[in-house]
């Protein structure tokens, strides 16, 4: 046993959420570091799907929009985000894409600023980002949209025109961690309302968004929340925003009494005025009940083992495979650092990553040349952790990927 | 056996669709007259479902984004309900609720007619279409939204500002057809665009939106496509649109090349930039499997089926609750009718509804005084139309609503 195994064994054996890995069905002998894109499944998924196939949709039928809760899933869900990012109970409201919640927040934003119309944003952000902001700054007219460079300081970018601010509290490349309460209050102290995405931040990442005076947070639920794939978003307005928070998309599940038909939108009570269609009812189930797993968690033990983890596996990789001309593109810092990991790599990253998937060690590669790792804390092992680090060594060790025998022997091992 | 029985066992006997009842989960002694609002289960959805969560989601996870299909789902989907609605293959893209589509395409409208900035629409809309234009209107200074009224000539109120005349097809009270050609046509001489809510006609009622030569179209799938609660919706526009369509709600999906991850948009080619974020991969699926229904099937010969199964409910119920005070509130002409029939009835209506959904029978209410009854042609009988005749014929006899021990009796029935 190597020190590196005892440090696995050691810090497995230390690991209060352990048992939280039984929740989950994990693939035979897969060493799953993609759950910063899509979660694992949550085993009570499929009892919930069931449920809803067999009984609400089959037997329920319409009935079901008031007697199986439909109505209110969309608030009752967020209910169960809003601890994992410090909001309240009502504040959050879960359906549509992060794309349409961006929207819904931005024109919100825009909106609470009266007299400013520029979108600030950042040019290296995930790319749905900048696109939102531009569709919307293509369709109302007088609003801008500037971009400020990564290395660049936001706030000094921030001028009297800058309405709202746009950020991932969690860079989905680097994994780089924003000072939230700093960026935030900087802001404010510009005028600026901020806008933070927090896809990669949620279900791995502390986060309190009302101790850091936030105005708007979007999120992504299919990533640590292990919601299923393209499970809906959430939209969150700080409630001092609520009373006038007006968005445009106004659609009839966010008005006041959706029921009584009438012709003229009445934005319904505080955050319901996010929902705007019909929720998608069977996507929605699925991930009410993938967040059970998340009831009474130990939250600070969760974002801990996160930096433990991440540390563990740059130590790991930077003993086993030095000089194989792996650099780190995340910050070394594991306060400074979300819940994944990224390499650069000059030459062949991509080959590596499949290199890797036929040994089913499944991470991704970004282009041009960063090959990315996330660690869910709340279903791995130390111990995969360190053999993903054996694999990746052994792969670039032999650069092997040039062989066609290869991925053969790759994919029985 | 009286003339109405006979006549019901006739058209059941003559039905060539009778076959496709067993496709559909049909909850015992129920009458379903609600599938307008939401359908029956297909059976084939549950298989679907499990092999997504059993298979796509649990084991392929991320990989599944390609292995499984999921990213050209949307118009994959879209390919199954183009046939329908008269459209084109790779014109129909699917996902996001109706609302969000409508903003899509009013906006796309908005875009294609330039130097006008009126949205002319019917008031008495279903009211999501209402809200989602005033949330564009709002939005965008110099956008203005105009209403006519119900029985105003839209043509005659299209002045030389109205940019886009946004209009159901059939109407979601009374059913009215509207002469999808012609409108258009009168539209297009004036100026103006057309977007055509489809949401009370796909899946029912015949449509042929490029004989028809309209603009845009949105619709429902959770109806008489029965994909499921909140199903996601579908967006279309006239493939002369295609080239320049610019539509605000820009998301990753919808890119060229959304795997590139560059900063700017560049829209998707054709009807695949109507995407906007992450698909919400379960309710589509279970809409593409409820699609399956479809395939090969004689649309004039379900079209015809609605008319007939409309018209005989109107003869039965007239023959059989007559001087009950219900008043036809549907066209009289099956022609200008959808594939539901709604009455008035000055005192009672809610009542009478409650009445028969404790005799398992489901139709809707709509205040101030309107009983709604949806006949989903697939997979409704003759006979049961008739059934629910004879009980609203009852009820409506002896009123017995006000005597508590009716609901219980009636429950048991």
């Not at 680097?174 to 404010?188: K, L, P």
């Not at 792969?395 to 053969?408: A, G, K, M, N, Q």
């Amino acid at each position: 046993m190597t020190g590196l195994d005892e440090h696995a064994a050691r810090l497995d054996a230390e690991d209060m959420l352990a048992p939280m890995r039984d929740r989950f069905h994990v693939p035979d002998d897969m060493i799953y570091l993609d759950g910063n894109s899509l979660g694992l499944m949550p085993k009570s998924v499929a009892a919930r799907l069931g449920s809803v196939i067999g009984a609400e949709w089959s037997e329920g039928l319409i009935r079901s929009w008031s007697d199986a809760g439909w109505f209110d899933l969309p608030m009752r869900v967020g209910d169960r985000i809003a601890p994992l990012v410090g909001a309240g109970a009502g504040e959050v409201a879960v359906g549509d894409s992060t794309s349409v919640n961006l929207f819904k927040c931005l024109a919100a934003a825009l909106n609470a600023n009266v007299g400013r119309s520029v979108i600030l944003a950042e040019g290296s952000n995930f790319p749905t980002d900048s696109y939102i902001a531009q569709g919307l700054a293509r369709l109302v007219p007088g609003v801008e949209l500037k971009f400020f460079a990564a290395e660049e300081d936001p706030l000094a970018a921030i001028d009297s025109e800058v309405a709202v601010l746009l950020l991932s509290h969690v860079d989905y490349r680097s994994a780089r961690v924003r000072d939230m309460a700093a960026i935030t209050a900087g802001a404010h102290a510009r005028g600026a309302l901020v806008l933070w995405d927090l896809s990669h931040t949620t279900g791995a990442v502390a986060c309190d968004l009302k101790a850091a005076n936030v105005d708007f947070a979007v999120g992504c639920t299919y990533k640590y929340l292990n919601g299923g794939p393209g499970a809906p978003a959430f939209a969150w307005a700080h409630p001092r925003h609520l009373a006038d928070l007006s968005q445009p998309l106004s659609g009839w599940m966010g008005h006041a009494a959706p029921f009584e038909f009438v012709r003229d939108y009445v934005p319904a009570e505080r955050a319901r005025r996010f929902v705007c269609g019909t929720p998608q009812i069977l996507s929605l189930s699925a991930l009410d009940a993938a967040l059970s797993v998340w009831e009474d968690l130990p939250l600070e033990v969760l974002w801990s083992k996160s930096r433990r983890m991440t540390s563990f596996f740059v130590d790991a990789v930077e003993e086993l495979a030095a000089g194989r001309g792996l650099m780190l593109a995340s910050p070394r810092d594991p306060a400074e650092r979300g819940s994944h990991v990224s390499f650069d790599l000059e030459e062949g990253g991509f080959e590596l990553m499949q290199a890797l998937a036929a040994r089913k060690v499944i991470g991704d590669f970004r282009a041009p040349c960063t090959v990315r790792f996330g660690f869910a804390p709340l279903y791995l092992r130390f111990a995969e952790v360190l053999a993903a680090a054996r694999h990746i060594a052994e792969i670039l060790e032999t650069r092997s990927w040039d062989d066609d025998r290869f991925r053969v022997r790759g994919a029985v091992t």
